[in-house]
């Protein structure tokens, strides 16, 4: 039977809903994550950063720049060192500047990908899935990077049956 991983970022706090920004104790990509877990069984990693991105969205949003830009690599709080005992990974995240968060392209980049299948999916308001499948393919080298998935992140909380079908097509073989 394949095993099953979940790689993700969420933010938690202020975020942006369509226009507004609203303060949310739960992230919208975790709850994606959830879904995903519960629809394949999967075990869950959440790649956390040493210095904590800013409480207020707005500035989040310009630390995100910067590292997006600079391609710095934040520190993480642990790291993943192996996704050799699993067939099948997904990569979950905000859309930040069109991409997955650097913390999380750096937590992929030190992985050996070789014969795992990849799936990302990504939470945005209005950017879908950005650059994010081309990064996926450019740093899982040796992967089979399959069908990805953008959710809205406003309407994450409500998105069970869409994320959790999408997961179980994923690992059919």
Not at 24 to 34: F, L, M, P, Q, S
Request: glycine content about 10%.
């Amino acid at each position: 039977m394949a095993k099953n991983l979940v790689i993700y970022y969420s933010r938690r706090g202020q975020n942006y809903f369509g226009g507004d920004i609203r303060d949310i104790a739960k992230g919208n990509t975790e709850y994606c994550v959830e879904y995903i877990k519960n629809a394949v069984g999967a075990d869950v990693f959440e790649v956390e950063t040493v210095k904590a991105y800013s409480k207020d969205y707005m500035t989040c949003t310009e630390e995100a720049k910067a590292e997006t830009k600079s391609k710095i690599r934040p520190e993480l709080k642990r790291v993943l060192e192996s996704v050799s005992e699993y067939d099948n990974i997904f990569v979950c995240g905000p859309c930040w500047w069109g991409t997955f968060p650097c913390a999380v392209l750096g937590q992929l980049e030190r992985l050996d990908w070789s014969g795992k299948r990849v799936f990302g999916l990504m939470t945005h308001e209005g950017s879908g899935l950005g650059r994010s499948e081309t990064d996926l393919k450019r740093i899982c080298q040796g992967a089979m990077v399959g069908r990805c998935l953008a959710v809205l992140g406003s309407h994450a909380s409500q998105s069970e049956a869409e994320v959790s079908g999408w997961a179980r097509q994923c690992v059919e073989r």
